[in-house]
């Protein structure tokens, strides 16, 4: 199974577009927080036809719209601040937050954690568990980015737009 892996879109639809244009073979999507506005979650929800598991961020500011956009959408479900679900075979967390990711990958219960936050991507094994930052669909901070992880071999990369 094949995983896309976002984060930090802060209402770039634009490059959003373009990030699910390259999501062709992906069998779920795993959002780290910070749509910012409802429609961006709308967005995901119409471009992207598998599953969608999210989690909120700092930036999100209309949690009430967020969720009603999530509960008309048949393939989202927005987990909260936190969530932990199985997919493939494999345990996996999400978190918007660094320092919540490195305490949940050092407890040794999940394959996979996956954050957003910091807007700087990364893949780091912490023990039995990868811990990967997709880095920003945004764009602000430096180069767009998204994360692909396989559940069959375990691993993850990093996807420059």
């Known amino acids: 199974m094949k995983i896309a892996i976002l984060s930090d879109t802060h209402d770039n639809i634009w490059t959003l577009d373009e990030v699910l244009k390259q999501l062709n073979g992906m069998d779920a999507l795993l959002f780290c927080g910070d749509f910012c506005a409802p429609f ?3 967005a995901i929800a ?4 598998g ?3 999210a989690v909120f961020g700092n930036n999100d500011g209309d949690k009430w719209l967020l969720t009603k ?11 909260g601040a936190f969530a932990s679900i199985e997919l493939g075979g494999r345990k996996i967390a999400l978190t918007h937050y660094p320092e919540v990711a490195a305490g949940i990958a050092s407890g040794g219960l999940y394959d996979l954690v996956c954050y957003g936050h910091d ?7 912490v023990g039995g568990c990868l811990k990967v930052n ?3 669909v ?15 071999t375990g691993e993850a990369e990093i996807v420059e737009v």
């Open 138 to 152: 945004m764009g602000r901070f430096g180069v767009s980015s998204y994360a692909v992880y396989d559940t069959e």
């Open 46 to 49: 119409e471009g992207f036809p």
């Open 51 to 53: 599953p969608v598991h």
């Open 40 to 42: 961006t979650l709308a």
């Open 134 to 136: 997709p880095g920003e």
């Open 69 to 79: 956009v999530a509960n008309k959408a048949s393939n989202v479900t927005l987990h």
């Open 119 to 125: 807007h700087t991507h990364g893949i780091e094994r």
